[in-house]
């Protein structure tokens, strides 16, 4: 019979299988080619496309999605329904 690990065992498991890397898309200025690569921090940015293998390559930045929850993103925001002028 297979017993359920508990939620410590599982969290080292998965840091043991996979070691998470932040995601950055790249896309070439000579060709176009988009492509994305898990990098440390630490990396040095790609600058070499893998297609044109011109040094052309460039981060592409984007917006990133956000969700607030709840009724006010700030202590005084939904206040109590009354306002003061």
Known sequence: MRMPLCMRECQ???????EPL?????????????????QSFDDAPITVCPECHEEQVRK????????????????????SGSSTK
Request: aromatic fraction near 18%.
């Open 22 to 38: 932040p995601t950055y898309h790249y896309r070439c200025k000579n060709c176009g080619y988009d492509f994305t690569e898990h």
């Open 60 to 79: 592409v930045y984007s917006a990133v999605p956000i969700e607030f929850k709840g009724h006010g993103f700030y202590r005084t925001d939904g206040g």
């Open 12 to 18: 080292e498991t998965i840091a043991l299988l996979e």
